[in-house]
């Protein structure tokens, strides 16, 4: 958590950006107080210049009036023209932080969402920059409103009584000493609530996203009981917070303001029994010093709020300084041959815990390279340093002989596709998935497509065709079609580089066969990997690697490698073996 200061300054440069903005406003908030302020005096001067004279003259009374309440809708307009520009001004400065929230996260490396909680991200876009706006828009209107207020109210009381001004000064030394220690302890139990807010937040997305486990397995009442466990230490640390402001704002404030006002009316008491002052200077002078304390409450009541905004500032300058991949102009790049190298690649997602070893191969444009192993044996992580998502610990990677280290991730990624086996489709219909809005991707480029994959078929039956609406990752899809989607998606995008992370692992084999038959059409001129569940998917792959614990042990066509009688051999007959035993049960 960076340090308060740092977190203030960092606040003010984005208030910077509206300076003008707030600089006007401040000026017209000045007039709006000096009108406030102004009324008072002028029912003084009725009381002891008019009032109290043996004969009383209505007219300049009523004039005096008239000035009163011109001044009450000056006052007023001003205070509706200062608010609404502060209001606007802050929102317009969130949402200057939220976008460059949203932006960074894009550019920050994989590897912090492999350890951070999606609802923790969630929650620093959405609950923590929420906070900061009403840091903005509750909290600095109040302390600049009230802060101009407190300076124009100490002006008039000197004018009325300077000995008795200097006295009520000691007010604020009192009052700041409250806020300090109010400031002091309720800091922590704040810093405890947003932090298990966050991990509310994030059990929240996590038991959402695997209900059918949870409930599979029978975990709820677990699952519940983890979430009061969370639910409890917020609500402790909350409630502790709230008897530290209850003890220290309105409560303290009050009783000071009580005790202050009743010693002005005995001093006012004796000065009038010496005749030495006026019934309408003490009738201000009491006007005034009440208005003292409602700005010291408006103050205290937002300090929570305050309080709040700094730690989820704090928060989200820690993810605003993370490091992240440098935005270029991707379009300037030309397009690649395809001619891949890894060249002794080894790699670690923890320090000491290589998962990679030594990883060496070259892929010609045009061929297709099968990367095949079991469960951990570094298939997948092959393929996210190919996309740049991490960066090798030793070895080279190079496409056409430029190592990926010197390229924008933006421009190694714009002439890549990647197909998962998990397909995920966006919200919105059937084109959008498949153009993702680029506008070099019309209808026609869609259409051909879903026809090359074979998906046109069954999206030309559905109700709205090609405007079909896909809810959040398509679960109004068989999972075969939303594979037939995402490969129409990545054939779209025309790649110099194709990636299938086991992309047929999970449809039926009369989808697998449509599959294999536009792959033979689309994979021809461009740099294919598959990373392969189903070994029969890959027999006509150029090239084999047969990786184990993170090293490549075999290599070859399968032919080669089945004649080898290795591991990739075995690994073959056991599933064909499977899949006979399943072939035999079925018939």
């Not at 600095?140 to 409103?145: D, G, S």
Request: charged share 20%; with cysteine; aromatic share 10%.
């Amino acid at each position: 958590m960076e340090p308060k200061q740092k977190v203030s300054r960092r606040l003010f440069q984005y208030a910077l950006h509206y300076k003008f903005r707030i600089l006007a406003a401040l000026l017209i908030l000045c007039g709006a107080v000096g009108a406030e302020l102004g009324g008072p005096l002028i029912l003084q001067i009725i009381i002891d210049d008019h009032l109290t004279k043996d004969v009383i003259e209505m007219a300049p009374i009523f004039s005096l009036i008239g000035l009163y309440i011109v001044l009450l809708l000056i006052a007023s307009i001003l205070n509706f023209v200062q608010g609404y520009a502060l209001q606007t001004t802050a929102l317009r400065i969130i949402k200057n932080m939220r976008m460059d929230l949203m932006k960074h996260i894009q550019r920050i490396p994989i590897r912090y969402f492999d350890n951070t909680p999606i609802g923790q991200v969630v929650s620093r876009i959405a609950n923590d920059t929420e906070a900061i706006r009403d840091l903005f828009m509750s909290f600095m209107a109040t302390f600049v409103v009230s802060s101009v207020q407190l300076i124009g109210i100490y002006v008039f009381l000197f004018i009325l009584d300077a000995r008795l001004a200097l006295l009520c000064l000691l007010l604020l030394p009192i009052f700041v000493l409250i806020m300090y220690v109010h400031l002091k302890y309720a800091k922590v139990y704040i810093t405890i609530m947003r932090a298990r807010l966050s991990d509310m937040n994030a059990m929240i997305n996590e038991s959402i996203n695997v209900m059918p486990i949870i409930q599979a397995f029978r975990r709820e009442k677990l699952t519940v009981e983890e979430f009061e466990n969370l639910n409890q230490d917020r609500y402790e640390n909350q409630m502790k917070q709230i008897r530290v402001f209850a003890l220290s704002s309105r409560n303290a404030v009050g009783t000071i303001g009580r005790l202050v006002t009743a010693m002005v009316i005995w001093y006012f008491g004796s000065q009038s029994l010496e005749g030495a002052i006026q019934f309408g200077v003490f009738y201000v002078f009491i006007d005034y010093l009440g208005r003292i304390f409602q700005p010291i409450i408006g103050i205290f009541d937002q300090l929570t709020n305050a309080q709040r905004a700094f730690v989820s500032a704090g928060r989200v300058f820690t993810i605003l300084d993370m490091d992240g991949t440098e935005v270029s102009n991707a379009e300037q790049e030309p397009r690649p041959k395809g001619k891949v190298r890894f060249h002794d690649v080894t790699f670690a997602y923890k320090s000491g815990e290589n998962v990679l070893k030594n990883i060496s191969f070259e892929a010609e444009k045009g061929e297709t390279i099968a990367l095949v192993g079991h469960t951990g044996s570094g298939k997948s992580s092959i393929m996210n340093l190919l996309l740049g998502f991490y960066e090798s610990n030793e070895g080279k990677i190079t496409i056409d002989n430029v190592d990926v280290t010197t390229l924008s991730k933006q421009a190694l990624r714009k002439h890549m596709g990647i197909v998962l086996q998990d397909p995920f489709l966006f919200a919105g219909d059937i084109k959008f998935n498949v153009s993702l809005y680029n506008k070099k991707i019309d209808m026609n480029k869609v259409k051909e497509a879903l026809q090359k994959v074979g998906a046109s078929t069954f999206v030309e039956k559905l109700p709205n065709g090609y405007d079909e609406p896909v809810v959040e990752r398509g679960s109004t899809l068989s999972a075969g079609q939303r594979q037939l989607i995402s490969f129409a998606r990545a054939l779209a995008f025309d790649p110099a580089i194709l990636i299938l992370d086991e992309a047929t692992a999970s449809i039926d084999s009369e989808t697998e066969g449509l599959i294999q038959e536009a792959l033979k059409v689309v994979s021809e001129g461009r740099t294919t990997f598959v990373i392969a569940h189903r070994l029969s998917t890959i027999r006509d792959a150029d090239q084999i690697l047969v990786l184990h614990r993170g090293e490549i042990v075999e290599r070859g066509k399968h032919n080669e490698l089945m004649e080898l009688q290795g591991r990739y051999h075995k690994m073959y007959q056991l599933q064909k073996g499977k899949k006979a035993e399943q072939t035999a049960s079925t018939s």
